[in-house]
């Protein structure tokens, strides 16, 4: 049975930082892409920042400079630093796995991915 758990959300203020962490477990790890998203109130979820089999690295244009994304393959662990928040990232993050291995831009589409956690909440306030 696969498990995806998020942690790390909480509210800051503008020009905050948080670091998420997502653990991921019944699959096998290092085949799976692995991206967070986020979904804010009355809009639709978006990809923020994936990361491939290869340890290649996509981020959303509005992230880009102030969040980086990594992977602790040893733990099954994968993190979303954010830096420099801003109230339009306020949402909730959701981390999921991909069972399509590989690297590309397509990480970013939420469609490609096949299980997910239950989001953990991001609030920045001005």
């Known amino acids: 049975e696969v498990h995806i758990v998020e942690s790390g959300g909480g509210s800051v203020q503008a020009g905050g930082s948080l670091n998420l962490s997502c653990v991921i477990s019944g699959v096998t790890y290092a085949d799976y892409g692995k991206g967070w998203f986020r979904q804010a109130p009355g809009k639709e979820r978006e990809g923020v920042s994936s990361i491939g089999t290869d340890g290649s690295e996509y981020y959303a244009d509005s992230v880009k400079g102030r969040f980086t994304i990594s992977s602790g393959n040893t733990k099954n662990t994968v993190y979303l630093q954010m830096n420099n928040l801003k109230p339009e990232d306020t949402a909730v993050y959701y981390c999921?796995?991909?069972?399509?291995?590989?690297?590309?831009?397509?990480?970013?589409?939420?469609?490609?991915?096949?299980?997910w956690g239950q989001g953990t909440q991001v609030t920045v306030s001005s």
């Open positions: 999921a796995a991909s069972s399509r291995g590989g690297w590309g831009y397509w990480l970013l589409n939420e469609r490609e991915y096949t299980y």
